[in-house]
């Protein structure tokens, strides 16, 4: 899946960076709006002829996958990134959802591991203060246990989160926040979210499954009426939690034992399990908020 890029003028460090390291597994942290997609395509297009994984854990501005999910790509010769691995989260944002998107990162990393990738390259989402923020990206260091941090700061924003890894064996390298990188407002935010599930449920079409057969994260039974169920994003996942491609509820009646999904899956007889996810859209990609019952 191809990254829109943003023009601009490489820092020097970056392509210190990209020179100097040669194997390992890499954490890329920064606030929001500070490159961190930009310096992962940057990096893969430099490491195109290495076997390189690429780990997309920001659910709401996604380099690799649609939002919502973990994605796990690996780099082709051009340079561009190959989805080939999802975990669903659910939401575009890992408040509420921290413990669910380390392990999601974990399993993915150890994907990469599997596949033999020298380098494994891990992009983050900008939850850095606070509690939640330092939880989430601590976890993920201890978890992942990279050989190199790549910190994108401004000022001094991610101290608190480098000073306990500063003497130990993690090769930090902070690196700068290009000018062209400007702050997005969250109405633009939303419309890039909006445009890439609307790109990606361009083609989707209508299944069917049956309750009977396709297990849930939660009990059918939980959940409310037809009305409240319409436009709740899910994940369609195999027998071992991988998503493979994400659905919409059109239709659902745990009387009648069945749920009918748009989704743009080709093969639904692979589906063994439903996750549902906890934000609601239309096949436009709009977000649905607030609506009466």
Request: aromatic share 4%.
């Given at each position: ?22 194997a390992g ?16 395509s940057f ?214 034992g069945a ?35």
């Amino acid at each position: 899946m191809q990254q829109e890029r943003v023009k601009l003028q490489i820092p020097e460090e970056w392509k210190k960076v990209a020179t100097e390291i040669t194997a390992g597994k890499i954490l890329i942290l920064g606030d929001v709006d500070t490159g961190k997609s930009t310096l992962a395509s940057f990096l893969a297009r430099r490491w195109s002829n290495k076997k390189l994984a690429v780990i997309d854990a920001d659910l709401g501005q996604s380099l690799l996958g649609p939002p919502v999910v973990v994605s796990l790509g690996h780099c082709q010769p051009s340079g561009e990134l190959k989805l080939v691995s999802m975990r669903f989260i659910g939401a575009t944002s890992p408040v509420g959802h921290l413990s669910a998107t380390v392990s999601a990162v974990k399993n993915l990393v150890d994907k990469s591991a599997a596949w033999g990738a020298p380098i494994t390259l891990v992009n983050t989402c900008g939850l850095i203060r606070g509690e939640k923020g330092q939880w989430l990206k601590q976890q993920k260091i201890n978890l992942i246990q990279p050989q190199y941090i790549l910190a994108l700061h401004r000022q001094e924003e991610l101290e608190h989160l480098l000073s306990p890894h500063q003497r130990g064996e993690i090769g930090i390298r902070r690196l700068p926040v290009p000018a062209a990188i400007k702050r997005k407002s969250e109405d633009q935010r939303r419309a890039l979210r909006e445009k890439r599930f609307q790109q990606y449920f361009q083609e989707a079409k209508l299944r069917q499954f049956s309750l009977q057969t396709i297990r849930c994260l939660l009990d059918w039974s939980s959940l409310e009426s037809n009305e409240r169920c319409q436009g709740l994003l899910v994940g369609l996942n195999n027998a071992d939690s991988d998503t493979l491609a994400l659905g919409i509820i059109e239709q659902f009646s745990f009387q009648a034992g069945a749920v009918s999904v748009l989704t743009p899956l080709a093969s639904p007889a692979e589906v063994k399990e439903i996750q549902l996810g906890s934000i609601r859209i239309t096949p436009c990609g709009e977000e649905i908020r607030n609506r009466e019952k």
